[in-house]
């Protein structure tokens, strides 16, 4: 009798800790890609009802400031490693490719990321991590305990199959039975929010990564601001009202939801091909595929790429002077130039130069025998972060006065994460330097 008292007293101290503490902090980060800063000074976006209601309960970060270039996978890699792209290694949404051996790839693999992820962090401090989708997460299932990467290669039937085949062995088919939704690249925001609250529900992890493209599909074909963007981020409205209400009734002291986005929006004027440059001056030959320069673009930056076992120099002065005479505002950053040591620590530092649109000019990467198209626009992203049209946004539901990361910049994701989740995080050895040149 009296040693099962012990052993019940000794339980008890064991578990009194734990309970002292509260329930173990939970977190869903929820990226929605495209949603600008802007939208929050907008009448008619202070006109939703939902998001107003949100705002009001949040805490409200506007002008974040993301990546250079502002582009979707390399903001989402610093999102979860704390790191600029200089420093994680992704650089753009696409692999340099100058000959499309990829057949149109883009940079989906953790194995190109040379910093460490917030999953991996998670996983060896015994916390579970959901991933719904989360851009540059093709990497083993182990690694990540209910796994759903963002892939994309065949539309229709054939596209299921393979996620079925990439995902945590059963959850795609899990998910399909219990909420009807067949995840894919092509799956609409709400069917992607349905089956994340299921894995949410079913499976409680203690941190949910969750991807949501649709308001940055509508803005390219639409604009930024237009009817159909503001229906888009209504309809968005709704689903977040939702998942926070769902938080709120689960507990909500101990769990927080983060909406944060990647990049503004912007209307582009004119289009430029530096690579049709490079091709002219004989750096791509297009007949044997052969090249030794090759200008990586993201929107409205470029880096300069060197071919391996390439030792020729390039003439930067001369191309210099060609670009900014047949791009207009377009401009050659080199060695020489006050922004190039802003640009080698946050975007390339193996980069031998880099281009920077001044205006609204876009840069393509294709060549041919054109070099600027005056009359090209249409919508975009991926100029510099300090561009007011770039800044994006997070929005934070803690549900307490906990103190948390406040959110200035896309990296800092990393760093609330890291303090709510209560990870021992290594600190990012990121240079900040003074900002570009206008």
């Given at each position: ?50 998001w107003q209601y949100l705002l009001r309960r949040a805490r409200v970060y506007g002008d974040v400031e993301t990546t250079v270039p502002a582009v979707t996978y390399p903001a989402h890699t610093s999102m979860i490693t704390g790191a ?355």
């Amino acid at each position: 009798m009296r040693r099962s008292f012990i052993v019940g007293l000794l339980f008890l101290c064991l578990i009194a800790p734990a309970g002292a503490k509260g329930k173990r902090p939970r977190l869903i980060i929820w990226s929605i890609d495209g949603f600008a800063a802007g939208y929050l000074k907008q009448p008619r976006f202070a006109e939703n009802e939902n998001w107003q209601y949100l705002l009001r309960r949040a805490r409200v970060y506007g002008d974040v400031e993301t990546t250079v270039p502002a582009v979707t996978y390399p903001a989402h890699t610093s999102m979860i490693t704390g790191a600029h792209p200089a420093r994680h290694g992704i650089q753009s949404n696409h692999p340099v490719d100058p000959f499309n051996l990829a057949k149109g790839g883009w940079t989906w693999y953790t194995a190109d990321v040379h910093a460490r992820q917030l999953w991996d962090l998670a996983r060896e401090q015994g916390k579970s991590v959901a991933n719904m989708q989360w851009p540059v997460t093709m990497t083993q299932t182990s690694r990540i305990r209910w796994h759903i990467p963002q892939f994309d290669r065949a539309r229709g039937p054939e596209e299921a199959k393979m996620m079925r085949v990439i995902s945590t062995p059963g959850l795609h088919r899990e998910i399909e039975k219990e909420t009807g939704v067949s995840l894919t690249e092509y799956s609409t925001d709400r069917e992607r929010l349905n089956a994340a609250l299921y894995v949410w529900e079913a499976k409680k992890p203690d941190l949910m990564l969750l991807y949501h493209p649709g308001l940055d599909a509508t803005e390219h074909a639409a604009g930024p601001y237009s009817p159909a963007a503001y229906a888009a981020l209504d309809d968005l409205g709704k689903m977040a009202e939702k998942l926070v209400r769902k938080v709120r009734r689960q507990g909500h002291e101990n769990t927080a939801v983060l909406i944060v986005s990647d990049h503004g929006f912007m209307t582009f004027r004119g289009r430029c091909y530096p690579n049709s440059l490079l091709l002219q001056q004989g750096f791509i030959n297009a007949e044997q595929k052969t090249w030794s320069f090759y200008f990586d673009t993201a929107g409205g930056v470029a880096r300069l790429v060197r071919n391996t076992g390439v030792t020729q120099q390039f003439p930067a002065a001369r191309f210099a002077a060609l670009v900014s005479k047949q791009c207009p505002g377009i401009e050659y950053v080199d060695v020489d130039h006050v922004d190039y040591e802003y640009l080698r620590t946050h975007y390339s530092k193996n980069a031998e130069g880099f281009l920077v649109s001044r205006s609204n000019t876009v840069m393509s990467p294709s060549w041919g025998a054109q070099i600027f198209d005056e009359a090209a626009t249409g919508h975009t992203h991926g100029f510099l972060p300090q561009r007011e049209d770039m800044k994006t946004v997070a929005i934070a539901f803690t549900g307490n006065t906990r103190k948390t990361v406040p959110i200035r910049h896309v990296t800092d994701t990393y760093r609330f994460a890291c303090r709510w989740l209560r990870l021992e995080c290594p600190a990012q050895k990121n240079v900040h330097r003074a900002e570009p040149a206008e």
